[in-house]
């Protein structure tokens, strides 16, 4: 069993930037792929970026490539999406999530994903 629990959501002007943080309980967290992904309202939840259980493998979405950075501290259970640039567009609820993996392979399918945090919402104004 894991808990997901987010952080770092806010408001903040285009342009500008914040870190996520994805702090999980277990101590079997190396062992998980894990992945952001928002959901904005009307609209369905999409991958955001996904790291191997290791950091060795990344994955981010077309939208967000370049100006999103997704990283991990398996010491500290931590899992981070530091954002810059930030647009409208962003705006949406973020969800950290977990995927139990023996491999490096990483998931961009939300229903591959075993636990979910209860998300962070990220406001960028214009």
């Known amino acids: 069993q894991v808990q997901l629990v987010e952080s770092g959501g806010g408001l903040v002007q285009a342009g500008g930037s914040l870190r996520l943080s994805c702090a999980a309980s277990g101590r079997t967290f190396s062992s998980y792929g894990m992945g952001w992904f928002r959901q904005a309202p009307g609209k369905e939840r999409e991958f955001v970026a996904a790291i191997s259980w290791s950091g060795g493998i990344t994955r981010y979405a077309a939208s967000v490539k370049g100006r999103f950075t997704i990283s991990r501290d398996n010491a500290k259970n931590l899992v981070y999406l530091q954002m810059n640039s930030l647009k409208p567009e962003d705006t949406a609820v973020y969800y950290c999530?977990?995927?139990?993996?023996?491999?490096?392979?990483?998931?961009?399918?939300?229903?591959?994903?075993?636990?979910w945090g209860q998300g962070t919402q990220v406001t960028v104004s214009s």
């Open positions: 999530a977990a995927r139990a993996s023996l491999s490096e392979a990483v998931s961009i399918t939300p229903r591959t994903y075993d636990y």
